[in-house]
């Protein structure tokens, strides 16, 4: 669970430089910005089942 954690934020990050927007067509943005927005949930996810722990 931490793993994919980890990994999705790792993505995450590496998917807000500038550089890797600037060579995408605009539906592959649209779909990494989704990729993101899940990603974003699962790591809040995580993070609220552990503190419920």
Do not use: F, H
């Not at 995450?12 to 990494?32: K, V």
């Amino acid at each position: 669970m931490i793993k994919t954690s980890l990994r999705a934020l790792l993505l995450g990050c590496s998917l807000l430089s500038a550089t890797c927007w600037a060579d995408m067509a605009p539906l592959e943005i649209m779909n990494m910005a989704g990729l993101q927005r899940s990603l974003g949930q699962i790591v809040a996810k995580d993070y609220l089942m552990i503190g419920a722990a």
